[in-house]
């Protein structure tokens, strides 16, 4: 049957409205038992959906209704924001209940969940598209629950304060891409991605077309957080819930990065040597505010946002390399920074019961919790990319890529980065071995559901790295992409 490909979209939007629907039939249950049915709806129904995106994968079927397509390579894409997903949801349960972190309680988990799925279902519309305006409403369903999302914690001005802020800039974001769409329109015309190719091969030059492609570039720039856009990223990540704040730099990033690629390395590759120049001053930039920003932050959430800047920074080089080269590197890099992104957030969620999530928060980490302390210090060392770890093998096929393009300069400020982030990441570490422990702080007793997570995203970040299964299958499947 021809719907069989697009299941896992129709049960992400079944699940949605599952659990919109136990909200509102045992909304006060609900909420006073910190939403434990609809968080188990949620897990089991993303493993379950997981599963059916696994299945369809391996399928190697390509389907298409209209200017919706699945196949393969698409399906990639989609574990990976299941994946992020699914990490989210399972990062959440905490915060719903009395205790679970010090900023306050969230209410309203059912909401919480769905809006998560509706983002995860735009994403899903976004990397499927095969036309412009499919591909227009997919960034728009992934972005707009996220300002509700920001948002979520109403009686926090700071978190009022960030879904604001990212509303205003992602509707000057939308603007951009719209604007961009508009002139690909008129150079095309047509929205299809094959006119599209059509368009970019003959008429590189053209100024409608170039106009068009800035404008998409600097639309999605503002979804990657690439730097000069990137002013929003800081103050959002600070004043949003965690969960919400781990789904905005794992998840909506993992979007960004496909979406571009989508476009980049899909119907616009004609025109991709003719915006190297701009790719590379952009990554240039993106990873010099991001290092140098990190620096000076004291505040855990503000300093993940500027590392998180500058991990676009490292994607925007992967772009500069051969298209079947940068896709297989991006993706596993994306990989690899979930798994990283997803144990320090775990962390963080844990140091937040106590207190303030600053670094100060870390203080005597390994004399309260020596198993918390060594993940910090693996999550550390992944994240500016030692060996053998995940993050390691990330940034070496980010940076291979755009090696084999002969891109040697760029390659070199991208080494002389990593090595400056390294100087950062290590003053968590130290706060965690070196400093001594506020005076009141006791041991930190981890729950058996923490244990197995957290030893599995410590084995994750081992085996991504030193075993290349992974990369292997991504190789296999990245020629059949189109």
């Known amino acids: 049957m021809i719907i069989l490909p697009f299941l896992p979209e129709i049960a992400l939007l079944g699940l949605s409205i599952l659990i919109l629907g136990m909200e509102m039939g045992r909304d006060g249950v609900a909420v006073r038992r910190g939403g434990r049915g609809v968080f188990h ?5 993303l493993s379950a959906i997981l599963i059916l995106e696994a299945l369809a994968s391996w399928t190697d079927l390509t389907t298409s209704i209209g200017s919706y397509r699945t196949s393969r390579d698409i399906g ?34 059912g909401t919480f969940y769905a809006l998560l799925l509706l983002c995860t279902l735009g994403m899903f519309a976004l990397i499927s598209a095969r036309d412009l305006l499919t591909f227009y409403l997919g960034i728009e369903l992934a972005t707009l629950p996220l300002y509700a999302l920001a948002a979520f914690q109403p009686k926090d001005g700071d978190s009022v304060e960030a879904g604001s802020k990212y509303m205003l800039m992602g509707g000057f974001s939308s603007a951009l891409s719209l604007f961009g769409i508009s002139f690909l329109y008129g150079s095309a015309g047509s929205l299809g991605f094959d006119a599209l190719n ?52 794992v998840a909506s990033k993992a979007a960004a990065v496909a979406a571009t690629a989508l476009l980049f390395l899909g119907p616009l590759e004609p025109l991709r040597p003719s915006l190297i120049g701009i790719l590379s001053v952009a990554a240039v930039l993106t990873m010099a505010v991001g290092n140098l920003g990190a620096m000076r932050q004291s505040n855990l959430r503000r300093f993940v946002a500027y590392s998180s800047i500058a991990q676009v920074g490292y994607f925007l080089v992967g772009f500069t390399g051969e298209s079947g080269a940068a896709r297989v590197a991006l993706q596993y890099n994306l990989l690899a920074y979930g798994v990283t992104s997803f144990a320090l957030y775990f962390i963080i969620s844990i140091i937040g019961k106590e207190g303030p999530e600053t670094l100060a928060g870390l ?4 004399r309260r919790s020596p198993a918390l302390a060594a993940l910090l210090a693996l ?22 890529a755009a090696a084999g393009e002969g891109h040697y300069v760029l390659v070199a ?66 020629p059949s992409a189109g």
Not at 80 to 100: D, N, Q
Not at 363 to 366: E, F, I, K, P, T
Not at 421 to 438: G, Q, R
């Open 41 to 45: 709806a949620a897990w089991a129904g």
């Open 76 to 109: 990639l894409w989609k574990q990976i924001f299941l994946l992020a997903t699914f990490a989210t949801v399972l990062l959440s349960p905490a915060y719903f209940r009395a205790g679970g972190n010090a900023r306050g309680v969230l209410t309203r988990p």
């Open 198 to 249: 059509l368009a970019a091969q003959g008429n590189s030059g053209t100024g409608l077309l170039q106009i068009g492609v800035y404008l998409l570039l600097g639309g999605l720039g503002f979804k990657l957080a690439m730097a000069p856009l990137h002013m929003w990223a800081p103050d959002v990540y600070q004043g949003s819930p965690t969960p919400v704040m781990a789904f905005l730099s």
């Open 363 to 366: 203080r005597g980490l390994s």
């Open 379 to 400: 999550t550390m060392f992944s994240l500016a990319g030692l060996p053998p770890l995940a993050g390691f093998l990330g940034k070496f096929l980010l940076f291979s």
């Open 413 to 478: 400020f991208a080494l002389g980065n990593a090595v400056v982030s390294f100087y950062y990441y290590m003053l968590l570490v130290k706060e965690a071995y070196l400093a001594p422990a506020d005076e009141g702080r006791s041991a930190i007793a981890l729950s058996l559901a923490h244990k197995i997570g957290l030893a599995i995203l410590a084995l994750l970040l081992i085996v991504l790295g030193a075993c290349p299964g992974v990369l292997g299958y991504l190789q296999a499947v990245a």
